[in-house]
């Protein structure tokens, strides 16, 4: 595997741009999705795929300024994937950017359920 994914995001779509060589996941925007699996299940079965030949380290950028419950557990699944990195000996690296209180919470919940640490970043995403 040495593709990239890339998804253009829109008011209720997140940009993704998953870079193969650079070992770089990012996904960023909103995501306000009913079926978040609509954009997921491509991320999904891209990731997986990434897992079996992935580069030595791998940074994960979330960078989410809104999202909905039904991305909250899509991303849970997300980050149980990822996981599996971590469990290969891949250096994984998790940076979540958050610009309210809310959304930092549910970072802080996503360490705990998942397993793995994240930074966090403030960032404002209305500039």
Same mark, same amino acid.
């Given at each position: 595997?040495? $593709? ?6 829109? @008011? &209720?779509?997140? +940009?993704?741009?998953?870079? =193969? ?27 997986? $795929? ?6 030595? @380290? &791998?940074?994960? +950028?979330?960078?989410?300024? =809104? ?61």
């Amino acid at each position: 595997m040495n $593709k990239d994914l890339v998804l253009v995001g829109d @008011k &209720t779509r997140p +940009n993704v741009h998953f870079n =193969y060589e650079r070992g770089e996941l990012t996904l960023e925007g909103r995501c306000i999705l009913e079926y978040a699996e609509i954009i997921f299940n491509p991320i999904m079965d891209w990731l997986e $795929k990434y897992i079996e030949n992935p580069k030595e @380290k &791998t940074s994960i +950028n979330i960078a989410l300024e =809104y999202f909905n419950s039904s991305t909250a557990k899509a991303l849970v699944r997300f980050l149980f994937l990822a996981k599996q990195l971590v469990d290969n000996n891949v250096q994984l690296e998790v940076n979540y950017y958050y610009d309210d209180e809310t959304v930092r919470e549910y970072g802080q919940d996503f360490v705990e359920v998942v397993g793995i640490p994240f930074n966090f970043t403030e960032k404002n995403f209305h500039k």
